[in-house]
């Protein structure tokens, strides 16, 4: 699964990665469905152990197209996990409040604390994805955002938060079928809004926009995955490995008892 | 379920309630588990209906002993919900700045808002719980806060939340079981601490402060459920059906789509 994460010294390039693409995963998606199942089990005791430990903290940034799975991912990949110790932080048109600051004091205010793991789904990002696609500030200002990302992410980073951005890359024929299926269905009309077309209409802007993004804030510390996510069995299994590697590569220990238990009697 | 509840013209007397039982339930364990799960199934519809409506708040208070099983019911009840419409809110020692304000100050903000339900992991309870058998403040301070409470989640519920609070009724004797499963359980040594023991000995005190609690803040806006806690698999089941019991009790229904979508075409 490493192939999907964006090498330091190369620029991608969106319209080249298929979306559509299994990697060299070896099994179709009955296959694919139990490995997430094992992973899964993992990942939940890797939670328990990064809760006990309290010492690392976890950011998982979620960014995609609409219908792109955000939501989808969420609910598989941490499906069982203890509810306590991970939270999902969404970001909603800015207050009047944020709007008075700079663009990552709502962020800051959520990330993880020790021990913690938080999604965001959506994030800091969409100040150089919409916000740029739609003019909502000037070139000078959102040009500048990517260094400032940058600079916010290594602080997080050196005080001991482990970042993992994804971006889901749906095709615009797969946006398609999944719009035409929420048209499809009446009990899901509430979520259907005719801007959301009006964003389809932008996809080009978009994809360019994301691929600036992620050329330009692909770090060491906090690294972009470009998850092919048509197939969204293979999206789940592409992202809860790269979770699960990099959790265990945390080497986290139980830590000791705080009292010395020996001779303890419980009466 | 209904017996739990705790009827408003009555007051209850732990010693006189049984943690081991499992009422009229027609069946053990593995049918009771079976009943969860379909509760489960309904859990999820009913939370993704409540979002989607936007118009009705749920907070779910949980205390209970030491041990009592609040983490795992959390784990258990909401298993498979969608983590972004689920929240849980744990209060730890206070803070200085909180410390500053009235108790309930810290409780408001993060109260739930709209479509969202929030368990409260500990709550504001514990102000007329720990505080008062541990003497944090006097008593002309925590005997003033029953009515506070009622007044304060009064306005909650005027302003539509549906309170659903459960106390998991544990017996000593399991409280002693469970903490020495965690005594000869090294990987559960770091959760062990010898405090644990001194609140221990204060098993009555703290049953003393239970009762009042409940019978002085049990109300037809917030009313209190006596769960029966020996049997984890019970424990759940009581929960679940309160609580989905109480959700489909709302009668809430998709909204309307935003625009009209009759002729959409997707291109």
């Known amino acids: 699964m490493k192939q999907y994460k964006v090498e330091l010294n190369k620029k991608i390039s969106l319209a080249k990665l298929d979306p559509n693409e299994t990697g060299d995963f070896d099994g179709g998606k009955e296959k694919g469905l139990k490995a997430i199942e094992k992973l899964n089990a993992e990942l939940q005791e890797l939670q328990e152990l990064l809760y006990a430990e309290g010492k690392h903290k976890v950011l998982v940034v979620l960014q995609a197209m609409d219908t792109g799975g955000k939501d989808g991912t969420i609910r598989r990949v941490f499906e069982g996990v203890n509810p306590q110790g991970v939270k999902v932080a969404s970001f909603k048109v800015p207050t009047s409040e ?4 700079d663009f990552l004091w709502r962020v800051h205010k959520v990330v993880p604390g020790n021990g913690e793991i938080v999604i965001f789904n959506r994030s800091h990002y969409e100040d150089v994805l919409v916000v740029r696609v739609r003019n909502f500030v000037p070139k000078e200002v959102w040009s500048k955002r990517y260094d400032q990302i940058n600079e916010f992410e290594k602080i997080l980073a050196d005080n001991g938060t482990l970042i993992l951005k994804f971006f889901l890359n749906i095709s615009k024929d797969e946006q398609k079928e999944r719009l035409q299926a929420r048209l499809d269905d009446p009990s899901k009309h509430w979520k259907f809004s005719l801007g959301d077309l009006n964003e389809r209409k932008l996809w080009d802007d978009y994809q360019q926009a994301y691929e600036d993004a992620i050329n330009k ?3 060491k510390y906090a690294p972009w995955y470009v998850v092919p996510a048509n197939r969204k069995w293979y999206r789940d299994l592409v992202i809860s490995t790269v979770l699960v590697d990099a959790l265990k590569s945390l080497k986290m ?3 000791k008892p705080k ?8 009466e």
């Open 259 to 266: 009292d010395n238990l020996d001779g303890v009697v419980i």
């Open 98 to 101: 944020e709007l008075a600051r």
């Open 217 to 219: 804030t692909s770090t």
């Open 253 to 255: 220990k139980y830590p």
